[in-house]
């Protein structure tokens, strides 16, 4: 297991957003990670990432206790994010931005090598055309992938995507599944917070569902769609539980 997280716990005055929640991830697969608005999909990512802290409960990366590193330690370990709202540097260039994300990755690479690295990640994400563009001359899709190669920069071995097709319309929805499955195919582990059920359903090697801060169900997409805990707090439909699957 890359990531595991046993009896994760994190209020917020009274209110549990994360409560006793146990995960174990596997090295080079996908992890999505669904629920209702409001059942802890984000604090859970933000107790990964180290911007939170867990009340109790512990947090493992390669079997080491990383519950009490801070956010830098572990992006230098390997882990990395995008977040939900998109927020690059818009007075610089998609190139500009991706050397940031470079310069903090956990390999001390000289100027020469960390912009092989950032050239390769542009290419790879699909932004080659707009790599003088302004940040803030980008549209929504473009944006994204920016967002994408800044974490993918960092050289990453786990990389948590939050949202990445929001506000995507299909065709965008599609080319962005084809770059996550690709950064699958090159041994990066991906924990993925997603509203397009389908998409998450399309690509997820395991599914974990939060409702109201708990766990209350994990395993393949078919058995998540077909699960009448998850139809009755999430999915509300078994009709259209087997429709994202590809059932009819």
Do not use: W
Not at 229 to 246: C, H, N, R, S
Request: aromatic share 6%; net charge positive.
């Amino acid at each position: 297991m890359i990531l595991k997280g046993t009896n994760l716990k994190l209020s917020f005055g009274g209110l549990v957003a994360v409560k006793n929640v146990s995960f174990e991830i596997k090295e080079k697969s996908i992890f999505g990670i669904i629920g209702p608005n409001g059942a802890g999909k984000t604090t859970l990512f933000n107790i990964i990432s180290g911007v939170y802290r867990p009340e109790t409960g512990t947090l493992y990366y390669k079997d080491k206790d990383i519950t009490k590193l801070p956010t830098y330690k572990r992006a230098r370990l390997g882990i990395a994010r995008t977040h939900q709202i998109v927020k690059p540097l818009g007075e610089l260039t998609v190139i500009e931005n991706v050397m940031v994300g470079a310069c903090f990755g956990k390999k001390n690479y000289n100027l020469k090598q960390a912009q092989k690295v950032v050239l390769d990640v542009i290419n790879f994400v699909g932004l080659s055309t707009k790599m003088f563009t302004l940040a803030n001359q980008l549209n929504v899709a473009f944006k994204k992938r920016l967002e994408l190669a800044r974490a993918l920069a960092n050289e990453p071995e786990i990389v948590l995507l939050d949202e990445v097709l929001a506000g995507l319309n299909p065709k965008e929805v599609d080319s962005m599944l084809e770059i996550i499955l690709k950064i699958k195919q090159n041994g990066i582990t991906i924990i993925m917070i997603e509203h397009l059920m389908h998409a998450t359903m399309k690509i997820s090697d395991l599914i974990m569902v939060l409702d109201s801060g708990e766990k209350i169900a994990q395993g393949t997409p078919s058995e998540i769609s077909n699960n009448q805990k998850v139809i009755e707090a999430y999915l509300g439909d078994p009709k259209l539980a087997l429709q994202l699957v590809g059932e009819k």
